[in-house]
């Protein structure tokens, strides 16, 4: 990775400011991996009773440590990138001057695996997996994210599934189900579309810093249309899983939700660049609905 600290401005501060500190972890990013956490713990099908303290720790592993950590490496990886889309982010602000962004972002990715190793093996194993996959989408060799492909693809997979799959695994103790493991996978690779609505923020940046994102490649009208696609495609499969597993009132939940999130599509893909923000703080929270509803069908199998 780069350790440079080159195109930021000359600094005056040498220590952090505390509420840019507050900024650079992006708390409002924390929420989809704890619930998918949460989801996993739900469909091990495993009572929580004497297991709550796993259940808290592996919610607070995945939020405010794991993915408040990606955020922080993002963040530095970016911050030439920022510096165009977004310079009065923390670090091309200067508020976090120096190589503080850097060393934050390690400080936290090994205070994040020490608390992965009460979670057993495979929290341990999770943990090193996530803080493996955060610096692999952001930092210099692999920086998956100039991909519009493999780089929305890491982090839906990191985000939904690995702690779906490690929630449950936690609560049970052992290798979940392989319902639980398909059904993370699908609303994982169906993230993929929600991570591409992100990237609509920093299209000029990123065409400037050649990333290839799928708004850049595509452009915005064709990127909204397949990151549409993407998202539902997916959960039409739980739709049908849920069915071929005789759980009929719960696909008939997430086919709900997702004809809501069709409904929705469409005001997007009449403006996608205007209507992302509107659609990511709406229509999203369907396609986490869904989620839980799938996660308590597979519980009872």
Not at 58 to 82: E, F, K, T, Y
Not at 125 to 136: D, K, M, R
Request: proline letters at 8%.
């Amino acid at each position: 990775m780069s350790v440079s600290s080159d195109l930021q401005p000359p600094q005056a501060r040498r220590y952090p400011q505390p509420a840019a500190l507050a900024q650079l972890v992006k708390p409002h990013t924390w929420f989809p991996p704890m619930w998918a956490y949460l989801c996993g713990a739900v469909s091990a099908g495993v009572s929580p009773e004497g297991r709550w303290g796993l259940v808290i720790l592996g919610v607070i592993l995945a939020g405010p440590l794991v993915c408040a950590m990606s955020q922080v490496a993002n963040d530095w990886c970016d911050r030439h990138v920022d510096a165009i889309n977004e310079p009065d982010r923390p670090i091309p602000s200067g508020r976090i001057p120096g190589r503080w962004g850097l060393w934050i972002a390690i400080a936290m990715s090994w205070f994040s695996i020490f608390v992965g190793t009460f979670l057993g093996p495979w929290g341990l194993s999770a943990t090193i997996l996530a803080v493996a996959a955060a610096w692999a989408y952001s930092s210099e060799p692999i920086r998956a994210k100039q991909s519009g492909l493999w780089g929305p693809g890491l982090c839906g997979l990191a985000y939904e599934t690995l702690p779906w799959i490690t929630g449950a695994a936690v609560l049970s103790a052992g290798a979940p189900k392989s319902e639980v493991i398909i059904i993370a996978i699908l609303y994982g690779l169906g993230a993929h579309g929600i991570m591409t609505l992100n990237d609509f923020k920093a299209i000029d940046g990123d065409r400037r810093m050649g990333l290839r994102s799928l708004p850049v490649v595509l452009g915005p009208d064709r990127a909204a249309k397949v990151a549409c696609w993407v998202m539902a495609i997916p959960q039409a499969l739980v739709v049908f899983l849920l069915i071929l597993w005789d759980k009929p009132q719960h696909a008939a939940g997430v086919l709900v939700l997702l004809a809501v999130q069709l409904a929705a599509m469409q005001v997007l893909l009449r403006d996608p660049e205007g209507k992302t923000p509107w659609y990511q703080g709406m229509g999203i929270l369907f396609y986490i609905s869904g989620m839980m509803i799938a996660a308590f069908a597979i519980r009872g199998l």
